[in-house]
């Protein structure tokens, strides 16, 4: 009997410091339970700026020949950047390139013998950065009425650009955390808990795209230059604790 009732003492005692155990784990090791989410905002824009990027060249045998005929090139260029409403100061060309170039020569036997000089060619580089969007996309589509010229005009196409690019990254972040937190806010409701203190938070790339289109995300960030509209997303990887 005596026994046995120092077997009930003990399991009375070892269930009472269990219980006590418990309590106190659960206290110093609230810290360890904690939530995971992913933040994401996405924001449709429209461009602000344009480049518009082309090349002409011309070639003749002797180097002031070509360079002659490259001068009326660049002032018949740029006339026609300035009719279709272009600022003067918007145009930029860059030096002149200048290529000494070379053909080859064949025997009877259709075998190279050696190259001989066929004169120089002179490239001009040029590009029109403006915040008057219609007016350069309209010089760009009608820009073939300078090859009537006899001007080897080789049109780019446009780049188009954001202005105000950082201060929409900045929104995004600040929309994406707390799309985050909305997400774990749910989730502990839905498990009678509540949101904490955040432990943990990184911020992944900014992905531009062109609005509706399927391109795909690049791991260090796409960046599309070739649409007008855009989309701008991010994502915000949070970690909070669950109270």
Known sequence: MIKALSYLIIGVCLCISVRIFSRAWEKTHLSYQSIKVTGLAQRDFTSDRIIWSSSFSRKAYTLAEANSQIKKDIIAVKQYLISHGIQESEIVFSALQINREFDSKYDNEGKTTGQ???????????????????????????????????????????????????DLKIELLSEATKDGYNRADKIAENAEGSVGKMKNASMGVIQ???????????????????AKNKTAAVTVKLEFEIK
Not at 124 to 150: C, F, H, M, R, W
């Open 208 to 226: 531009i795209t062109g609005q509706n289109s399927t391109e795909d995300y690049s791991w260090d960030g796409a960046f599309n230059t070739k």
């Open 116 to 166: 001989v000089f066929s004169g120089f060619n002179l490239s001009q580089q040029i590009s029109v950065e403006s915040k008057n969007l219609p007016t350069v996309e309209n010089a760009y589509k009608n820009a073939g009425s300078l090859i009537d010229q006899s001007i080897e005009f080789i049109s780019g196409e446009p780049d188009y650009f954001y202005s105000k690019l950082a």
